[in-house]
């Protein structure tokens, strides 16, 4: 097996070493709220057209959060691209997130804060099954090819725009396992889009990778899907809106 | 080296996984190798093997220099192979294994994009591209066109497609024979009444296939012959929408009340740009205006605008002004609730929003009028210097008419990346027509010897008034390339005119006079009031990032108000001669300039922001009892240095911490000010003061909020104090002789204030039952002048509240809350009158789904006014229920049948005590009556048997 794995090796080294596989993605992501809140099945079509005819011109402001995820062919960490406030605002506190994925060991490492609580997951990295689309597009400077997935936790239709060219399989938030870098992601038609503006290659640091030092309750995939299974569960029950506290 | 670990891993694991299985036929190689149409190798594809029933990926591996791949070990079955490379048309092949070891495909062509399909659909317009065998899809949207342009403007514009000076279009160098919309024929077989007709703006695809003809359709015999077929899809946004919702009802005549009605009808129109919605309601069951969901529906994406403010002030603090006026907003009230007395309600309006990126325009005229019918029982019992005591009782009728119409106009223009202007615009005009009687009595004590009858008065004031007001605001908003850097400039003029009539008619008796003339007092009068207020603002604001972290903000306000007023009054009775006491003549400029400054450190969810303002107040005035007469100057000139510290802290795990100290502001109300005689009232007479200064309020406020989502346990406690710099309060005089009380205000250092809040909230039983407990305390020290005596008065109030929400089941709701008020109030001039008064309530609200389809929902509101001492207990239990069923298959329509007090116990109270007196008011109110509606909503029914947070 592992001679296999070697003549595999070099057969693709020298073509490898053109490409180029480590630098920095900036991505921005933007939640459309009046879409989400007409997804809540606990709501009359009445409430839904409310809330879209009056959240229009907001959604339309709304400039985003950035984020950023350094990569290389094996590891990648997605994160706040800042903690500072944009444009001179009053800084507000962020959940903890950072989402890191070694994809030679097959390790992830995911601190995420919700819910009033702070989670480490640590599990192999469970690669979505993706389903291969027939439509190019340019996202950052990138022709990219079209991939499908659904979540079936949050039961969300999740499109991914893979760069046809960097052949990195990391991705933003906790979607990854596809031949190209995913420079864009579109979660239930627009409901959430996480775009990449830029993408710089350079060589990393270690500090580009290294993961803040953050106290957690270490659980696994499943346990975490639970948790999050349970609370849409809870929230859909008593007429509230679950994605005001976990991401959507 | 690292990318190449990767594909050793994946590859390592899609090899492991298989290698447990035997070796058989089952499993076998897949090697091909990519070229592009000159059979030049394509290096460094991306190779995916896909299944072939969902397109989902099985493997993926990159070809080689020489542009081979070879994936090992692969399950047998049916696979689609693609292969993509920059550039060229992905390439698709379906692989049915047939037993082989090794696979082998040989060179695969990958056929170029064309060029311009490349560089002006995926680069420049950044569509995407869709690639279905044949078929390419352009996503028309990224094309642009100048409005107004038809489908065939588009379809020039679209690399690949010509369209000939008769609108014949080729595609691919073919004639297209056939357009659709949405995958149907458009009005017949000519493909150029789409393509002229149709707006290029509806349309967000455009998809060029080759479709079987209409021949082989119909004969399901397919001929081989395809057709050029152009298919235009239609924006999903684009589709237009309109819904509308209709309300009508009607109940009986019953107990001694006319027979109700109430109707109500919206209709709201959309696209992608514009919002148009009209409303128009009336009812005699005292829902005065629009409810908080009208509101929003009626006003669409311009309910809430939130950089409107145009007051540039310390940030964090809104507004850094504030007018006594009592005048009625500019803007559309939101008011649902039962209303006090009998009114008769109509309303109505028009909206009209166009939202595009660049510009936002919103229009809107709303058109109110209530006519009211009240009927109140007052008692008031007042404490003067010494041990004396005032008891006056006032049985009045009053009815009103009151009609105002409302314009509102908003442009808010984004000019480039970096500039925003903004023009603000809201009027009202308003008639206001008033006829109040009004019987008084007054009754003194002194010590505790037995009450003495001392004045009986029965005045009719007929009132009418003609209001104008308008405010207009431009704002302009700079921001500069460095981030954080800001700038903004506005200017604001503001009109308030009142022209107004009273015809007061009095009988004044005084029963302790000494002398004959002064026993009876009778007032025939006309007063003619007619003011203007004029209000010019100017305000800058630079804000300037002058360290990480770090922000410099710089303000000034410019604040310039003219008041004049006229008032003549004549004594009817006497040929109408002038009434000089009551007349006057007053013009004044209220001149205040400010100029402050601030840093600001935030980072990382902290802010802390410590600064000073400046300010200066000028009067400068001029009054005389008519035009006429000379006019005699008042002048004052008052400069203050305000502080303003602020703390925001927003703490791991949803704990958020604020402290903050500042100086409120309150200018004197143009009434206030005049030195005007006030005698609607004519045992109770006000009287202005030119002298006054503005309010200073010293405000120190600090705040801690908890909430946990995930075991939704919630703290929220506050505290908060205010001591009060010329703080203006209203004085009294009372004449020993007639008991008439003048009330004058006046500046008193002093007062202050103390209270805090804490609220708890956490569940029961998750999604079940959550409990709610919240308490409040409040302390107040008050200072009034009582015929020239200082009197203090302390205030405690305590209040107590449970609130309890159940939700056990689909077809059971009960939301409940019960509160607990208790307020001591005592008076430094007459210790015996210290007073403890009770407002307590308990309000329930039950709804249940019934078999049959049917919805009960049933609330009960329980309220108790005690206060021991006037002996005064009223209990006022007001129950209401309605039944309900959604009927229709649509479920469009609701029929409903609801009684309002079904105990006919409605009595709106009030008790209040402070300053120097007690008060107790009991106002007859719309009582038991019955209604039956029916409502049609295009959008459908829900049953409404849960609060909704979302």
């Known amino acids: 097996m592992k001679k296999l794995v070697l003549v595999l090796c070099l057969m693709v080294s020298s073509m490898a070493m053109a490409q180029k596989t480590e630098g920095v993605v900036t991505y921005v992501r933007k939640d459309y709220w009046s879409k989400m809140i007409s997804r809540l099945t606990f709501l009359s079509q009445e409430q839904k057209d409310r809330q879209t005819q009056l959240r229009k011109n907001w959604e339309e402001n709304n400039k985003g959060t950035k984020m950023k995820m350094a990569f290389n062919a094996n590891e990648s960490l997605y994160t706040y691209f800042s903690t500072e406030p944009e444009e001179g605002g009053y800084s507000w506190r962020q959940y903890e997130l950072d989402l890191y994925r070694n994809f030679e060991k097959d390790k992830k490492t995911d601190i995420i804060e919700m819910l009033g609580k702070t989670y480490v997951v640590e599990d192999s990295i469970h690669a979505p099954v993706w389903k291969i689309g027939n439509q190019i597009k340019e996202v950052a400077g990138f022709i990219c090819m079209k991939a499908e997935t659904e979540d079936p936790v949050k039961n969300q239709k999740i499109t991914a725009w893979f760069a046809q060219d960097i052949p990195v399989s990391a991705g933003p938030e906790r979607m990854c396992g596809l031949p190209g870098l995913i420079l864009e992601l579109n979660i239930d038609d627009g409901t959430v889009i996480i775009e990449a503006t830029n993408v710089a290659f350079r060589p990393l640091t270690a500090d580009d990778l290294k993961l803040p030092k953050v106290k957690g309750k270490k659980i696994d995939d499943a346990a975490y899907d639970k948790v999050i299974r349970q609370y849409i569960a809870q929230q859909t029950v008593a007429h509230e809106n679950p994605y005001w506290e976990i991401r959507y | ?714 703290l929220w406690t506050n505290i908060y104090t205010t001591y009060f710099v010329n703080q203006i309060v209203y004085s009294q005089t009372v004449d020993p002789k007639t008991l008439i009380t003048t009330t004058m205000p006046e500046n008193l250092t002093g007062g202050k204030n103390l209270g805090s809040n804490i609220y708890f909230g956490f569940p029961l039983k998750k999604t079940k039952a959550t409990l709610n407990l919240n308490t409040s305390l409040n302390l107040g020290h008050n200072l009034t002048r009582i015929n020239e005596v200082l009197n203090e008065t302390n205030n405690q109030n305590y209040s107590f509240g449970v609130r309890l929400e159940l939700t056990p089941k689909e077809w059971i709701t009960f939301y409940g809350n019960a509160n607990m008020s208790i307020t001591n109030t005592k008076y430094s001039i007459n210790t015996t009158q210290n007073q403890t008064i009770y407002n307590n309530s308990i309000r329930g609200d039950l709804n249940l789904k019934l078999p049959g389809d049917f919805y009960l929902n049933t609330t009960l509101n329980y309220n108790e006014y005690k206060n021991e001492k006037l002996n005064f207990n009223q209990q006022i239990p007001l129950l209401s229920s309605s039944i309900y069923r959604i009927v229709g298959k649509a479920k469009k329509a609701e029929i409903r049948l609801s009684g309002f007090d079904l105990l006919n116990r409605n009595v709106v109270v009030s008790q209040y005590a402070g300053q120097n007196y007690t008060s107790t008011e009991r106002i007859q109110s719309l009582a038991r009556y019955f209604m039956l509606s029916f409502t049609y909503n295009m959008r459908g029914v829900q049953a409404k048997m849960r609060r909704d947070y979302y």
């Open chain 2, 1 to 714: 080296m690292r990318n190449l670990s990767l594909l050793a891993l994946l590859c390592l694991l899609t090899a492991s996984l298989y290698a447990q299985s035997p070796p058989a036929a089952t499993r076998f190689t897949l090697q091909g190798r990519a070229v592009d149409t000159t059979s030049a190798p394509l290096p460094s594809s991306t190779v995916m093997l896909l299944s072939a029933k969902d397109s989902s990926m099985v493997n993926f591996t990159r070809t080689g220099d020489n542009g081979a791949f070879t994936f090992k070990n692969i399950k047998a079955g049916t696979y689609i192979l693609k292969i993509s490379f920059v550039g060229l048309i992905p390439y698709n092949q379906l692989i049915k294994h047939a037993g082989e070891p090794v696979m082998d495909l040989g060179p695969l062509k990958l056929k170029p994009i064309t060029r311009e399909l490349m560089e002006v659909v995926v680069r420049t317009a950044k569509a995407p591209l869709t690639i279905k065998g044949d078929t390419i899809e352009y996503n028309a949207s990224s094309f642009k066109v100048p409005p107004g342009s038809t489908v065939e403007d588009l379809l020039r514009k679209l690399p690949g497609v010509q369209v000939d000076q008769d609108g014949n279009i080729r595609a691919q160098g073919q004639e297209v024979k056939k357009v659709t919309v949405d995958g149907k024929s458009f009005f017949g077989d000519d493909p150029k009444l789409a393509t002229k007709n149709l707006q290029a703006e509806a349309i967000t695809k455009v998809q060029v296939f080759n479709d079987k003809t209409e021949q082989a359709k119909m004969t399901g015999v397919d001929d081989g012959k395809k057709e050029k077929t152009v298919n235009l899809q239609l924006k999903e946004e684009f589709k237009k929408g309109g819904f509308g919702k209709l309300t009508a009802g009607a109940g009986p005549a019953s107990n001694n009340v006319s027979t109700r009605f109430e109707g109500k009808g919206s209709y709201n129109k959309f696209d992608s740009k514009q919002q148009f919605s009209a409303l128009l309601l009336g009812n005699n069951t005292n829902q005065q205006g629009l409810s908080f969901n009208d509101y929003q529906d009626f006003r669409g994406s311009n309910s809430f605008n939130w950089n409107d403010n145009a007051d540039f002030g310390f940030s964090g603090s809104n507004r850094y002004l504030y007018f006594g006026d009592d005048n009625e907003s500019l803007t559309i009230p939101i008011s649902g609730g039962n209303g006090r007395g009998f009114t008769k309600n109509t309303a109505g309006g028009l909206n009209y929003n166009y939202d595009t990126k660049k510009t936002k325009l919103s229009t809107s005229y709303y058109f109110n009028q209530t006519r009211l019918n009240l009927d109140a029982l007052r008692e008031n019992k007042s404490y003067l210097p010494g041990s004396t005591n005032l008891r006056k009782t006032d049985t009045s009728s009053q009815s009103n008419l009151a009609t105002n119409h409302r314009i509102s106009f908003r442009l808010e223009k984004q000019l480039d990346s970096m500039q925003t202007l903004l023009i603000i615009s809201n009027s009202r005009f308003g008639l206001n027509t008033s006829n109040l009687q009004s019987q008084q009595r007054v009754f003194q004590s002194v010590a505790n010897s037995a009450e003495l009858p001392t004045t009986y008065s029965q005045s009719t004031n007929n009132s009418s008034a003609n209001q104008f007001a308008i405010a207009n605001t431009l704002l302009y908003r700079l921001k500069f390339k460095k981030k954080g850097r800001n700038f903004g400039a506005s200017a604001t003029f503001q009109m308030n005119k009142n022209d107004g009539d009273l015809l007061l008619k009095a009988r004044n008796e005084f029963y302790q006079a000494t002398s004959v003339n002064d026993m009876l007092r009778i007032l025939n009068q006309d007063q003619g009031t007619n003011s203007v207020s004029n209000q010019y603002k100017a305000n800058l604001l630079y804000v300037e990032p002058f360290a990480k972290k770090f922000f410099w903000e710089t303000f000034y306000n410019f604040n310039l108000r003219y008041d004049e007023v006229d008032r003549d009054v004549a004594n009817l009775d006497d040929s109408r001669r002038r009434i000089d006491s009551l007349s006057l003549y007053y013009k004044n400029n209220y001149l205040f300039n400010r100029l402050g400054s601030s840093v600001r450190y935030s980072y990382k969810g902290l802010n802390i922001s410590a600064g000073v303002a400046g300010q200066q107040f000028q009067l400068d005035g001029k009054f005389a009892r008519d035009q006429s007469q000379p006019l005699q100057p008042i002048n004052r000139t008052f400069t203050t240095v305000i502080p303003n510290v602020s703390l925001n802290f927003d703490l791991k795990n949803n704990r958020y911490l604020g402290a903050n100290y500042d100086v409120g502001v309150q200018i004197p109300s143009s009434r206030d000010l005049q030195p005007v005689t006030s005698n609607s009232n004519p045992l109770a007479i006000t009287r202005g003061n030119p002298n006054l200064l503005p309010q200073l309020g010293h405000n120190l406020s600090a705040s801690y909020n908890y909430f946990n989502p995930g075991s939704f346990i919630n």
